[in-house]
């Protein structure tokens, strides 16, 4: 099955840096890579997604890019502000077929 | 739209006891849920994958005459806790897969956090 690492499992950044997450896939099938956002106590939010189909894609200040053939994908949040400090997952799939295999977790820190 | 509501919240209960937690889809119709549970600090692991109309999916490890899934209809899903001990105490998350122009994306619920006496 598939297996994601996400790296690192802590983060943290001053408020205006920018932070860069990073997750690995085992399955060179999986071609949906969808991120999650979860403040503490709360439900995970999609905040972006990418398919095989694209290398990048942006949204405003976070964007997430994509290496097919290294089997791996980042977010990047640029401009950090302190209201981004939450935990982000990475995961990935193959859409339509199966489900989503989490990583760990970020835990990101934006100190003012 | 795509929104998940989970409910009970919270819930404490005594040893022994069963507790039964759903999983709506309100606006939109979802022929696949997912159940997941949450450690503190840590990620989402999957329990089992909810499909209408058939027998839920569980992932290795978990006991499906523990955790009951029952999928009635496109918009409900539950979860039944039976005979909870302390060590089910957990963060327990449903999804529900919206299906749109050939792409599927999971929406999640809040949550229900457990805590057995």
């Known amino acids: 099955g598939e297996n994601v690492e996400q790296h690192p499992s802590t983060l943290s950044v001053q408020e205006g840096d920018s932070a860069v997450i990073k997750c690995t896939y085992s399955?060179?099938?999986?071609?949906?890579f969808p991120w999650y956002k979860q403040e503490l106590g709360k439900r995970p939010q999609l905040i972006i997604d990418?398919?095989?189909?694209?290398g990048e894609k942006k949204d405003q200040r976070i964007a997430v890019t994509l290496n097919k053939t290294a089997k791996h994908f980042s977010l990047h949040i640029t401009e950090t502000q302190p209201e981004d400090s939450a935990v982000y997952f990475c995961?990935?799939?193959?859409?339509?077929?199966?489900?989503?295999?989490f990583g760990k977790g970020t835990m990101l820190l934006v100190s003012p | 739209g795509a929104v998940v509501s989970q409910h009970p919240s919270w819930v404490i209960c005594k040893s022994g006891t069963s507790v039964k937690i759903e999983c709506r889809s309100l606006?939109?119709?979802?022929?696949?849920m997912f159940w997941y549970r949450q450690f503190p600090k840590q990620s989402l692991m999957l329990m089992a994958t909810?499909?209408?109309?058939?027998?839920?999916?569980?992932e290795q490890g978990v006991e499906k005459d523990k955790f009951l899934i029952n999928h009635a209809s496109l918009t409900l899903s539950t979860l039944t806790v039976t005979s909870a001990h302390p060590e089910d105490s957990s963060f327990y998350i449903c999804?529900?897969?919206?299906?749109?122009?050939?792409?599927?994306?999971?929406?999640f619920g809040a949550g229900t956090r457990l805590s057995v006496l």
């Open positions: 999804s529900a897969r919206l299906l749109r122009e050939a792409k599927n994306i999971q929406y």
């Open positions: 399955d060179s099938a999986s071609n949906y």
């Open positions: 990418i398919r095989s189909n694209v």
């Open positions: 995961a990935a799939s193959i859409e339509g077929y199966s489900t989503l295999t």
């Open positions: 606006d939109f119709q979802a022929t696949t």
């Open positions: 909810s499909n209408e109309g058939s027998k839920a999916t569980y």
